[in-house]
């Protein structure tokens, strides 16, 4: 019954290498996001996508690409990984204007 | 752009000690969401303040959105051990888009038994 769930929770990936995590959320709701969050736990905000549409880049490297195939699946791809990319990444949803549900998170460490 | 400052950013208290976290904006609000972050875990949305002036309580929870709507507190009564966890602040982006939900940095509070 997660509402929001992304794959995998662990990642552990030679610097170089390119690797993606899955989103789908269960919840109906039109908007979906990624989230980075860092060592000193701090949340940014990388993409907000609704009903399949891009709607927020904020300056993310080209290397990140988000994919939408419908409005309930967010997918994050990311080539050629860097040390600086090992981080908990996040994916999102909500009804705008409404409370966001965060998925468990992705665990990424770039070795 | 808009930016959601918050403070403090480690709080450590002893069981039965109250604990508050503020947070502020460089503007004007539309809303203001709380959320928790138990260790290892993921955010978990707390509440939404909309009105000006807002007050609403969650148990031992206590939360405050001020009268020019740039400004939010958190106030736990009687911390817990279950309240381990970070506080974020989050504010709609620039244009009151909660497309783009700018979060603090969040209060990462600590419980003494």
């Known amino acids: 019954d997660t509402a929001v769930s992304q794959t995998p929770k662990y990642l552990v990936t030679q610097m170089g290498n390119d690797k993606s995590i899955k989103c789908e959320q269960n919840?109906?709701?039109?908007?979906m996001y990624w989230y980075k969050q860092d060592s000193k736990k701090f949340l940014k905000i990388m993409f907000s996508y609704n009903n399949k549409e891009l709607i927020i880049n904020e300056t993310v490297p080209n290397r990140f690409s988000p994919k939408s195939p419908d409005k309930a699946h967010l997918n994050l791809h990311i080539n050629s990984l860097e040390l600086g990319d090992s981080a908990v990444y996040f994916c999102?949803?909500?009804?705008?204007?409404?409370?966001?549900?965060f998925g468990e998170g992705s665990w990424l460490t770039v070795v | 752009g808009q930016q959601v400052m918050q403070i403090p950013q480690y709080q450590h208290v002893q069981e039965g000690e109250d604990f508050t976290t503020y947070c502020n904006s460089s503007t004007t609000l539309s809303n203001i969401q709380w959320y928790k972050q138990r260790p290892g875990g993921h955010p978990v949305f707390l509440i939404q303040?909309?009105?000006?002036?807002e007050v609403k309580k969650q148990k031992r929870l206590t939360f405050q959105f001020g009268e020019a709507k740039k400004n939010s507190s958190l106030h736990i009564t009687a911390t817990q051990t279950t309240d381990v966890g970070t506080y974020f602040c989050?504010?709609?982006?620039?244009?009151?888009?909660?497309?783009?939900?700018?979060f603090g940095k969040g209060t990462l509070l600590t419980v003494n038994p």
């Open positions: 303040l909309v009105k000006s002036g």
């Open positions: 989050a504010g709609p982006g620039s244009g009151g888009s909660n497309y783009k939900l700018t």
């Open positions: 999102a949803s909500s009804q705008v204007e409404n409370t966001i549900y």
């Open positions: 919840l109906g709701h039109d908007t």
